[in-house]
């Protein structure tokens, strides 16, 4: 069974860059790690997505490290708007369709 | 533009009344999948499938079955609603792109269930 663990939550302030990690042990090989976010009564929509090394868009920044079990999320100069719940998706091993959030993590940026 | 529209957004049912979740996409997906969010515990997939007439069960079926007769509908079938059912149900569809799970999930704004 396909399992993701991160942080429960997280506080920042405004301007500074968070990092968010999840750890997935039993990634499979050819699986991608990707992640959302998601604000109250929505839902979650996608950031950035990643195989290995490093990724980056407009938005976010995914670290990968050569054994693939963990990625960390990483949102420079977080902004009030950034806060929201943020899962990491991997599928599971032996069914990489089978698409399993974790219990996500609530970041909450103050002013 | 991307659309997974959900037939309700807010429903009350009472205990051992059959509830259909309806939900449709717009974007030719083969994937659609059927997540219950509660406190606490995140997204967790009940069942998700890969095209028409296909279905498989995700972590927490139990007391849940689905419908997939059209490729663009995903219905979520709960024959006799529990107390235990109230939540918010999500659904989500995904292109298969070069057959690895690299596509995006789509999700559609969830439909709160409350069953008395």
């Known amino acids: 069974l396909a399992k993701t663990t991160q942080p429960i939550s997280m506080d920042s302030y405004e301007g500074q860059e968070v990092n968010i990690t999840c750890s997935h042990n039993?990634?499979?090989?050819?699986?991608?790690i990707t992640w959302y976010q998601q604000f109250p009564s929505q839902g979650p929509r996608f950031i950035i997505q990643?195989?290995?090394t490093k990724v980056t868009n407009e938005v976010a920044s995914l670290f990968i490290p050569a054994d693939r079990k963990s990625s960390t999320l990483s949102l420079p100069r977080v902004s009030l708007s950034d806060t929201a719940v943020y899962y990491c998706?991997?599928?599971?091993?032996?069914?990489?369709?089978?698409?399993?959030f974790g219990t996500g993590t609530r970041l909450q940026v103050f002013p | 533009d991307v659309k997974v529209t959900q037939s309700s957004r807010y429903l009350v049912k009472r205990t051992g009344e059959k509830v259909f979740l309806e939900c449709v996409q717009d974007?030719?997906?083969?994937?659609m999948f059927w997540y219950r969010q509660d406190p606490g515990l995140g997204l967790r997939l009940i069942y998700f499938?890969?095209?028409?007439?296909?279905?498989e069960k995700g972590d927490i079926p139990e007391g849940y079955s689905v419908s997939r007769e059209k490729k663009e509908r995903f219905s979520l079938i709960l024959e006799s609603a529990s107390t235990n059912q109230t939540s918010m149900y999500l659904c989500?569809?995904?292109?298969?792109?070069?057959?690895?799970?690299?596509?995006?999930?789509?999700f559609g704004e969830g439909s709160r269930l409350t069953v008395l």
């Open positions: 998706l991997v599928g599971d091993p032996y069914n990489t369709d089978k698409l399993i």
């Open positions: 990643g195989y290995k």
């Open positions: 974007m030719d997906h083969e994937n």
């Open positions: 499938s890969y095209d028409v007439k296909m279905k």
């Open positions: 989500a569809s995904r292109l298969i792109v070069g057959g690895s799970n690299t596509g995006e999930l789509f």
């Open positions: 039993n990634i499979a090989t050819n699986d991608y």
